[in-house]
């Protein structure tokens, strides 16, 4: 199992990102995939689950402005990110769990800043 992702790179304050993470799992449909990110000398922190049936879960510092989703028939999760403020800067990371499975991307960095 793989996970990709993509749509990361700098953006201006107040801008939108939408990041892409594909998997390479048949049983993706019942996993629970997550987007977690590490800013430069924090430890990495929990943004944003999406179980099997679509229940949702955010971090307070992104709710509001931050929305996960998926398409079970593309095997992707995504996360569009409004409102971006600099504290958002950091590599985010796809992750998915299922059946004591867990598995990391390599991450994408977002720069917010002017």
């Known amino acids: 199992v793989q996970l990709v992702e993509s749509g990361g790179g700098l953006v201006q304050p107040g801008g939108s990102l939408r990041l892409s993470c594909a998997a390479s799992d048949s049983f993706f449909s019942i996993a629970t995939m997550g987007w977690y990110r590490q800013a430069p000398g924090k430890q990495r922190e929990l943004v944003a689950t999406i179980t099997g049936r679509s229940d949702t879960n955010y971090a307070d510092s992104v709710k509001g402005r931050f929305t996960i989703s998926r398409d079970n028939a593309k095997n992707t999760v995504y996360l569009q990110m409004n409102s971006l403020k600099p504290d958002d800067t950091a590599v985010y990371y796809c992750?998915?769990?299922?059946?004591?499975?867990?598995?990391w991307g390599k991450g994408t960095l977002v720069t917010v800043s002017s």
């Open positions: 992750n998915l769990n299922r059946a004591g499975l867990t598995i």
